[in-house]
């Protein structure tokens, strides 16, 4: 008996519309590097969403950690520093990726997650004492964040604000964009966005695509030799295209960028509903496609016999929290399936 | 009208029997990161062509810079510098991608765009007043070589055997592998370069594949903790399933890679006779799927309406040479309509 | 009026045999780049303070960043990190030295200023999620401390203890040695620091040398091209000598090292109980050659006219820290000067 | 019998002027890190002999690769490249320094040691093919060059001029600057020079420092934040004064710096022109402090017993090429005793 996985996001393979326009476009010759007209038509749609007066550039990498790499190291100085809550994705879990590019990461605790206003000064004053101490220069969030929190438009705009007022760059993390922006805690457009930050990236790979994230630079003075970055990095494909075409596809009129990302976000959102109802707590609220449930330690060993999740932490009295991602490709029938296994508490 | 491409080898999609795969594992969920049953399976398959006693790992990562970063940075310490002609790749064509890891480029003029065991005891003679000089330690060959060209056995059994004798590693880029081992000048296997060199890879996108690399590290020493080094480099895919499905066809028991690789260097050489045919002659002899043929301005002016190729370099007397790429998805009938548009000279 | 000032330990020159020793080399003709005569005697003098059978190597830097930069980037692969203290020198003192040359610091709280194994081990589990976490693998301490306190050699034992069943490399920042050894609170000796830890540094110029630190390098496997490392990064002098003179005179049969570094702490003490027996209290413990007494505003305001010292905290009732450093060059003339401006609490 | 050593121009101290302003210095207490009133003399008097509308900033190191390594990598984003001649010292004498920082060497071969305006314009158009190439950027020269020839005014002006036009930052190693100022070859005023470039350095070890270089920003653009650079490279010194007051002692009204390089440079002329006298050619015309006389190996021999220098080449015909090299320490009765010992031929 085969077991349905609840692991991540990223385990099928894409949305099969993304499958076809691969199919479809196969035979057409293209320049490649993204200077492919598919790439162009994504770069196009993708403008669309944003300010009519929007003045900068979108490229397209492989990988989430390619993404931050080259938005980072592109940026920066080399006696410039990033600040980022301690469980940044950047912090724990890309393997010393933005120190591999030499620069200094400077953490501080997170609210839900979160960098705070509050959090960012005291990074700030902290690291003050010129010139033996390396220089802050760009805040690092991630929306939603690594616990699947989002963040408010008001909370942006404050961190948006203190950037400007202290000549910070202010960079976001969009691995997982399309939940944020899917959120019923989300107040803030991707124009928005987009006018608040310096530079972001939309990330594919976990709202189906086979992968691709998409940078989007907002912030003119940023743009400069971007290209050279990508190039130097490994972050440029011979064949460009394979993310154009997947980005033409995610941000057509169907909109299958936020309509996979719903999805997922309502497969969570069952998920914590069911779980409640069956008379269990939940450690976080679901925001997005994360569910952290309370469950004792017997219930998981059934569980586990038909489903694959992480037990997240020990929760003390033989219960542990569990985390449950969904996605684009999560079939509903599993998600009744786990809630038909748990018995009511 | 739209002409067509001889530009290079990247500028289809991938070859159908890639795509169908894709499909049909599609919604099969698979671990993250490298760790599915298609790129164990693919593991299999290419190990399946090395010898029997081959102690060495596979990793696969989404494009040949990456490749290139990624080898050759998790083997040196920072002192250390690389060997390689001033035509390789990753001297010319990478945007400083090694030096940007911190490693000097020791360059010698190739033969033949190849490295001869006679310039690599030149660059360790000149680079051996130690400590003000980088310590060479390793050496860098591309197979065929950036001007298509493929190195005999008995010629990278030499410069196997120097870079044993003098403590160094044998590092091979692959990135047009498929084509040197297709070629009628070659007489290694895969399985005698896995046996001569401490690590190399094997091109997937120049035949066929939508991406990826596959590196082989043959030197048991150089295994330990690679994965960190894909990580940290941002050459490590959520969906590695990508990687391993594409590998997984290449090396099925049809042979796609090879028999890709036959295909494209089949059509550079009936282009090639077809021109020697019709009066001209060519640069430089013919041995994978690039075509050097001069011709006079005036045809190359006429060509160009219905084709694509890049002019190479005056040749004198009104003459140019032009560079044909054909590939794994090139249409013989556009071998023969490009020979038909040829005049008799 | 000059005042006199307490702020640091290297606002003079250089103690008297020292330059003196440098005259009577000036024209002695040497070997450059520490091939000369006088490093060679240096290395032996502190050998000869070693274990009989230590097989490491001695190098000389001119700065302790440089000794930290070269000392922690030759040991490591890139994907490899450093645990150390939040409050360590590479953590918060050297601009982001570290991370420059590629590798993450993770950091944990102190204990009085020191690592303790509990948090080493708590760095080892939180950073086990291989290969998406950078692999912690050099341990940074110093003794003395940023805060002046000092490891007994118990605790040093029981952190090399682990640092070899965990595999990892122990380094310790000694730009304090001096001032360690000469505590009160010290019971190790110098044969001890080299028998436990892999690699360390001997501060000279906290202890009256114009500049210099040596690097002692325990662990025969770390010495391999450990010069060419020093010549990259800038750290090798073109009159090495200089160096060698320098730490010649410091290991010399007066062992100038100890005691300039017993002057320092002993004029410390001297304050230290002169500002506790007119009723005031220190914030610390004066371990070393830092004293921080907590005095009323007032009082620091009048001291400010004839002593130079940082004020460190707010201690809360108009009265604040300061912080008074002594050296080797403390006239105690004026250590009775400040106690003699201070007036009874 | 001791030998006299012409191999090189850092064998001996210290001009005995800056011993004595060390000693008489010793007890001032000073702020640390480049803040003493030394330094800040220094500058004043540098800047004194440039023009009135300087607007730049001098900071300094201990070594002439930190004076590259901090300059260079100060200057740069990490896609960009240097263009150097094959023979420069950043290039075959530092181990791999720039590339350490990340940066491409772009090397183009040398007219007489010197870089043309024709080779940059060489290294500009075969490095062109954006983004897959590094960026030119920065062009790096030496003066005198590594063989002792010295730039004219005429040549610095069009190196400058072409910088300018292609918005390139030019950068001069002057570790050997004094040596070309004092050249009878010169036209060049140092005010010239730092008119002409955008950054370069003035070396004071080889002219009678014990250590230190002084790094002339020109280029208002290239000063921010500078000193983060000197501080994370490790090139920082606690009591920088002692640069400070080495460089106060060089450029003060007895312009020890010239005097001292014209000796040396006197020196060598009195040696070339002896061993011309005597029947010799050179191998080099003898600008700077460098003679390259050709000799029968069996009178090298024989000098051998009696002086060190180095056998640059062979010249044939059972002669050798040697290199003597003068300082401002050269023992003017030691030129003699070598003129002595030359046979006539």
Known sequence: MTTFSFLDDYSEGAHLDILSALTESNYVQQAPYGEDTYTAAATSRIKARLAANFDGAIH????????????????????????????????????????ATGHKLITVPSVDGKLTPENIKVALSSNAHFPHMAKPRLIYISNATETGTVYTLAELRAISALAKQRGLILFLDGARLGAALASSKNDATLADIASLVDIFWIGGTKVGALLGEAIVICNPALKDDFAFHLKQRGGMLAKGRLLGIQFQALF????????????????????????????????????????????????????????????????????????????WATNENQVDAFLARLPQH
Chains 1, 2, 3, 4 share one sequence.
């Open 60 to 99: 397209y990498v492989a990988s989430g950690t390619m993404a931050n790499i080259v938005s980072i190291s592109s940026c920066l100085r080399p006696h410039e520093a990033v600040i980022a809550v301690s469980s940044g994705h950047i912090v724990v879990r890309e393997a010393g990726a933005i120190e």
């Open 252 to 327: 057509g009129t169907r909109n299958l960028f936020l309509e996979n990302a719903k999805h997922a976000n309502a497969m969570a959102a069952k998920l914590a509903a069911g779980i409640v109802a069956r008379g269990y707590t939940l450690d976080s609220e679901t925001a997005t496609n994360q569910v952290f449930p309370v469950l004792p330690d017997s219930v998981i060993s059934t569980l586990q016999s038909y489903f694959s999740f992480y037990v997240w932490s020990n929760a003390g009295n033989d219960r542990s929290v569990i985390r449950l991602v969904t996605s």
